[in-house]
C-alpha cells in the first residue's frame, strides 16, 4: 500500500540523512569524509523526493483530503506532518552545506 511505501521511505530518508550528519561530524573533527556517499546523498536528494516520493504523497493528498472522516484527517495529518518535517529537514541539511561550503572556500 502506498502508506506503508511513502513511511518505509520516510525512515530510508532519516537513515540517509543520520549518515550525512554522521560524515559532516568527520569534517567538524578535521577528517577526511567519505565524498563518494556524500555525493550519493546529496544527489539522491536532489532528484528523488520531488521527482517520485513527493507526487506520491500529492495523490495520498488527493485522496484524503476530500474525505473529512476522523480516520482519513488522522493519515492526512499524519502524512503532511512527515512532509513538513521533511521539508524543513531539507532546508537544513542545504543550509548546512552552504554553510560549510562557504567555511572551507
Known amino acids: 500500500m502506498i502508506i506503508e511505501r511513502l513511511s518505509r ?8 540523512l543520520a549518515i550525512l550528519e554522521r560524515e559532516l561530524e568527520v569534517v567538524d573533527r578535521g577528517g577526511r569524509p567519505d565524498y563518494e556517499v556524500i555525493r550519493a546523498i546529496i544527489s539522491y536528494f536532489e532528484v528523488y523526493p520531488e521527482v517520485y516520493h513527493h507526487p506520491q504523497e500529492d495523490v495520498v493528498f488527493a485522496k484524503l483530503k ?14 503532511l506532518s512527515a512532509r513538513m518535517r ?17 567555511q572551507a572556500g
Not at 9 to 16: A, P, Q, S
Request: glycine residues 2%.
Open 9 to 16: 521511505e520516510h525512515r530510508n530518508i532519516e537513515m540517509l
Open 66 to 79: 476530500p474525505r473529512g472522516k476522523s480516520r482519513s484527517r488522522t493519515k492526512w495529518a499524519y502524512i
Open 86 to 102: 521533511w521539508s524543513a529537514r531539507n532546508s537544513t541539511m542545504r543550509h548546512t552545506q552552504k554553510t560549510r561550503s562557504s
